[in-house]
């Protein structure tokens, strides 16, 4: 059995991000319920339905802890959290800085790359984290590893980019983003129980569906996939950003590249697009983006959505 | 004019905090009203009731300005923020990190003093605001400083200690944290409209009222100041941590030498508790302490507390 319960399924920024006022983010504001309110990117998952782990981990954490019961310290303790551990897919700020709240004192394990790691080790910041209380652990390219009570997850790089804040640097180190490259920077997650009867895979970020990747998926129970943009351009084009979707590290969902061509001849029985960007149309309920995804046998995720496993 | 707003009235983790089960915490959660919840610490200043200055940037930034329409992009707009400033008086994870929320090629200014925006400059995960947007100024020591459209600071330092996540670090470098000392790690600021006709204190984190602060303070028309903790020793009592409130670099509310005690003859008009921590009774609505600090002619900070000052 696995039990998962998405905690933000809004990209980085969530709907509606601070500064934005686009269509989606305006409705999000409105309150007609056109648009439903979506925090950053992180789901839980448990399989006991007690002790849970987070892939990936928000700076809205605070809110989303505070909003499951789930996730509320046990009654008879003064100091407690039902979260064993936190799992990373990459650096992006809406990933990782959600750690910083995840302070006080409090044992649990966080597990990702090397690369990722090192990204957490530059920045005394982090320092928050108390070694003594909080271990790290390496995740390495298709190693199975336990990452929570009979909680196992099997790491793949996948197409992407290094996080944001990084790319001057490596830009003056290297002359060239690399962006779609699979390197440590992105990972992809088959994420399984211990006998291994319940499995599903979490990709919040990916820049392109390569043949292995395709292969990987085919015939799986259930995808949660990167869903930041509906096209590739959406950005440029509704005057929020300079960058497309891939110079973001994204593949869009629309178009004959997109994700949902892509997986068309996969035979996924549960599809689900997770990490949606503000600017993406498909967070209006009644948009023909929304019909689209619908008749193509997608999902959209939402804060609070649960799905279980077994 | 000065319009004040207070966006997080809670310390460090809020109230609730994710991993806490105290009472205060547990009666947040109950819904019973005993205790209004509250997020992390930062107020918002205007002096034209439409440019705002955060003071202090918590990681529940993103929540704060989603409940609150003055903070919202203006119609008209794709982006947009009505907030042109920043300042922060620590470099306290609590005051700090929500600045990471606050990217998005959005222009804005950020102050604190040379020390702060080191530590600031020694995290590359802040790479996020991108310097083209945001820039950076130091404030010093009693120099006047516009922060935004007829909004003016004057820093000075208080008592106070280095941020947690560098205490390690300082530790080794000078076998002492100086705790209690006045330093740039920790500045208080007057706040003031252009004409000086409108002003007041703002001073989140205070480990002891000194001399030259009790006369800088005498008189004043509100002081909003360090409400932390009740007593010194309530985190180790309440089985909360093993740190007092001094150790924290916080001066108690109760007490011969705690705050209530030291305002008292200093003749200030309007006195409010600030960046309260979630194992202070005075939450509790019908607590012996909230009785005891009314009484003392004291208001405890709320989100969405609203001041105007003529």
Redesign the interface.
Known sequence: MLKIVVLGSGAG??V???????EV?AAA?SGTGEVV?R??SSIAVSADGERWTIFNCS?????Q??DRAE?????G?????PIQSVVLTNAD?DH???L???????AYEVFATETVLD?IA???????LDPQFVSRHALAENKVTQVGEGLFVEPFLVPGKVA???E??MLAEEDSLKIGEETENTIGLKIFSEDGDASFFYIPGCAMMTTPLAERLTGASLVMFDGTVWFDSEMVS????AKTGQRMGHMSMSGERGSMAAFAPLGVERKVFIHINNSNRVLMESSPERAEADAAGWEIAYDGMTIELR
Chains 1, 2 share one sequence.
């Open positions: 920024g969530g509606p991000q601070w500064n934005c006022n686009c983010c504001r309110p925090t950053q700076p809205d954490i605070r809110q802890v505070s996730l509320w310290p046990a009654n303790h003064y100091r407690h959290t700020v990782l800085s959600g910083l709240i995840l302070r006080e004192k409090q990204v530059e920045n005394p910041i982090f320092n928050v944001l804040f990084n001057e640097r509704g005057k929020l950003g």
